[in-house]
Structures are given as C-alpha cells and as structure tokens.
C-alpha cells in the first residue's frame, strides 16, 4: 500500500474515487438528483486550491483518498467494493499522524465510519451544525 499527495498528475484518479465513494456515502441523506449533479471534480480542485493536503491510497489499485489541513481530517473515502478491507484504517492512521490533535466530522447516518473512528480511538467531542458529529482524540 502507498500514500501519496495528489498533484496534478494524478488529480484525476483521485477526483474519481471521491467521486464514486462521496455518492455511495451520501445516498441516504441526498437526493438522487443532487448526487448526480454534484460536481465532485470541481469541489476536490477548490480543496486543493484552498490548501487542503490531499492523499491518494494505492494497493495495486486505486483504493480511497483522505485530505488534511492543519489538525483537521476530511474527506477520507474509500470506494464501496474495496470498503471492510483495512484502507480506511490506513488512510485514517495516516492522516492522523500528519497531526498533533487530529478531529474529523462524519455524518450522523454513517454508522460505518463511525464504529472506524471509536474502533482507533476518537471519541465524539460535539456536533457540527446540520448532521455531522466531531471526532477527537
């Protein structure tokens, strides 16, 4: 397995599985149609514009993406077939490590990553407005 900072060589591997991963992850709380029209492209440029260090994982395929800015984690997919194989802990652990007081937010809904980020240690230390939780550790 390999993490690597995505620059404008690889930009496009890793838009596609935030594309797929972000879509599948957010079904149950938007409509068919603004997952559609959703231009996950353009929002993973505008992070990267805005300073946002964002990893590619490969493991003899594309396998997810996570970004990090400053102590706050986000964006951490990874795509549907290849969830339950370790990748998210991975890209967790990394990012993690890239930071002194690492936190992250997850959708209330998304009892997956949830039951991840209690299973490495971060325990929920507040909400975000709307339908997110914080997570700390």
Not at 19 to 32: D, G
Request: hydrophobic share 35%.
């Amino acid at each position: 397995m390999k993490s690597c900072l995505v620059t404008e060589e690889n930009f496009e591997d890793a838009a596609a599985v935030y594309a797929a991963s972000w879509k599948e992850s957010h079904k149950a709380v938007c409509s068919p149609a603004f997952l559609e029209s959703r231009d996950c492209r353009g929002f993973l440029r505008r992070e990267r514009e805005a300073g946002k260090a964002i990893y590619l994982l490969t493991d003899k395929e594309l396998c997810g993406i996570v970004s990090v800015a400053g102590d706050c984690i986000e964006n951490l997919y990874v795509l549907p077939r290849l969830q339950n194989r370790g990748y998210g802990t991975r890209l967790l652990r990394f990012a993690a490590g890239l930071c002194q007081r690492p936190y992250l937010t997850a959708l209330s809904s998304n009892d997956r990553a949830i039951a991840l980020y209690r299973r490495l240690g971060f325990r929920e230390t507040g909400e975000k407005s709307g339908c997110g939780r914080i997570f700390g550790n």
